[in-house]
């Protein structure tokens, strides 16, 4: 826990508490930069401890429509057949069901966990928390936890399990955060593309101001994508917002017989 | 992933006035975004504040309505709070109805007992 997270939360103890989530300036004078300490000097690595949420908002100003399906990042995968038809017509199926105002269930509906990369897309706020040997990420969508290990040795492939989170293993390569990813479970799949177990993530954090996070993702996986996958998400630290708790027991949602979601009414 | 994009036209406008995603886990394309219905004088009977969704159940006529609405946080941004809303307070609402036709939708806005008017989108 590094002193400008503790100080994010004095802050904000000491201050109304103002939900912060577009980054509402507080009222209260901007606190005095940060003394070195000794704790702080031990540790090279850039602060990226803290309550961070996606910037610019991924959701748009002027009034999306609705029923309109949400593209994936950056230019979408680049799949080979038969994976590319595939997909395409899974997502065609998704727009239809859209647009007759049914949507298809999906595994955020059912309230499972993004798993990697999506729990970095930062739908909700997500806090990164540094600690030796290990960096954490805890989102708000659905209490998710994905921990990184740092300069850890990847289990041999008998030894990895595949899982929604995958191993992660990152080093800070001087101001970048690098961190592989690999293990991840098939039927985890990222905005539907579907992954071998091949595929490896790799990601790449950089601050670019103080408060400002940059997330450069690249993923390869040789047997489903003809050319890697890339695609950036940058964040904003957010000193104030705290992160409550989220869980679906409250959801109104019904999952009717034939895969479409619809609203339980009370 | 289903990023909620709410709205379209003019409606679009007033749903994004908290510039935040108002739910991440389902589409809310259930919603007739393009209608907007009204009730005076409905009953609470019950405010359930909590993640994904802030949900209201309100018994106007003899029909009981369930409101879907942003999330706490979305909602606290807006002037809410957990108890802004009590069983048997009278309240006005709008809301964009279910496109199936059912008694429900996404509340719009609401007016409390004491004349207040919060957004809850």
Known sequence: MSFEYLRGLALASATALIWAWSGVALAAPAPAPAKPSAAASAHAEPDITGVWERYPSPFSDDGDDETKLAPPPGNGPDLKEPYAGEWKALRNKRQAALTAGTPMVDASTRCLPEGTPGIMEGIYPIQILQTPGQITVLAELFMQTRRIYLDAAFPAPDDLAPSYYGFSSGHWDGEVLVVKTRGVQKDLQFYDIPHSDAMTITERYRLTAPDMLRLDVYVEDPGYLKTPYTFTWEYKRNREYRIPEYVCDHRLDVINPDGTVSMGLK | ?121
């Not at chain 2, 990023?3 to 935040?20: D, H, N, T, Y």
């Not at chain 2, 108002?22 to 504040?49: C, I």
């Not at chain 2, 006529?61 to 809410?80: F, H, I, Q, R």
């Not at chain 2, 509340?107 to 207040?116: H, R």
Request: aromatic share 10%.
């Open chain 2, 1 to 121: 992933m289903p990023k909620i994009r709410m709205g379209a036209g003019v409606l679009g406008a007033s749903l994004l006035a908290l510039g935040q995603p108002s739910a991440a886990h389902h589409s809310f394309a259930m919603f007739d975004q393009t209608k907007m219905s009204e009730l005076k004088g409905a009953a609470v009977a019950q405010f359930q504040w909590a993640n994904p969704h802030v949900y209201v159940v309100i018994k106007g006529d003899e029909t009981v309505y369930t409101l879907e609405c942003g999330s706490p946080s979305n909602m606290a941004k807006a002037g809410w709070k957990f108890n802004s809303l009590k069983p048997g307070d009278k309240i006005n609402v709008t809301y964009y109805p279910l496109r199936n036709g059912k008694p429900g939708g996404a509340l719009k806005i609401a007016t409390l007992p004491n004349g207040k008017k919060l957004d809850a989108w």
